[in-house]
Each structure stands twice: as structure tokens, then as C-alpha cells.
């Protein structure tokens, strides 16, 4: 064997015919060789490899990105209101009304997406 340090090392080991028969599917369904499959598990965790495929939770997303543009915008526009030394009125009033009103929609909604089944690629 040569003083040079190897680049990769290889593992063996056994594993049920029901986990490989999974782990396979995954692997496929992610388009990935088994060896980037289980290099990306081991670097990113088991939570990184689930691609969600699910109309109404990409749906959910674009609303959510929207509501969070929105809350950005309110928020600007409370900053400048308050820096320009002017007493709060009845328009920041309403804005900070929307913003929690946009919070309370983001948290139910967050809230009932951690109870939902989500369908992942490939039916895995």
C-alpha cells in the first residue's frame, strides 16, 4: 500500500431487503447514483433528500412568499413614518393592523402544514 492518502474510502455493510428496495426508490425518484444519494444523506441530512411535489403546498409557498413581500413593504413603510419623527397615525395604525393580521394567516397556515400529509416525489 502507497503513503498516498486515499480520496475516498469504500463501506460495505448489509441492510434488509425492504431497506434497500427504499432506499433505492428514493435514490431514483432524486435521480442521484447511490454513492451521491448517500454522500448527500450523510452531508445534508435525511430531511434534504424529500422533493415535495404537492400542488396545494407550492401553491401555499407562493401565497406565503407573497404575504412575507407584503410584510416587508409594511414594515418599510412603518420605518420610514417613525424616522421622519412624525407622530404614529391612523395609516400606520392600519398597516401594523395588516401585518398582524398577515401573521396570524402565515402561523395558522404553517401550523396546519406540519399536520398534513405531504405527498413526496414518486410516491416514496
Do not use: W, Y
Not at 32 to 43: A, G, P, R, Y
Not at 61 to 75: C, D
Not at 82 to 109: A, E, F, H
Amino acid at each position: 500500500m502507497s503513503d498516498k492518502e486515499r480520496k475516498s474510502n469504500q463501506l460495505n455493510f448489509r441492510l434488509p431487503k425492504d431497506d434497500i428496495q427504499l432506499l433505492e426508490t428514493q435514490r431514483a425518484a432524486l435521480k442521484m447514483t447511490q454513492v451521491k444519494f448517500i454522500s448527500h444523506i450523510i452531508n445534508n441530512g435525511i430531511n434534504e433528500v424529500i422533493e415535495v411535489c404537492s400542488p396545494k403546498l407550492r401553491e401555499d409557498i407562493v401565497t406565503i412568499e407573497k404575504i412575507f413581500s407584503q410584510i416587508g413593504n409594511n414594515l418599510n413603510q412603518i420605518a420610514a413614518a417613525l424616522n421622519s419623527g412624525k407622530q404614529p397615525n391612523q395609516d400606520i395604525l392600519d398597516v401594523l393592523s395588516k401585518l398582524d393580521k398577515n401573521m396570524g394567516v402565515l402561523t395558522n397556515r404553517l401550523e396546519s402544514l406540519k399536520k398534513e400529509k405531504i405527498t413526496i416525489k414518486g410516491d416514496i
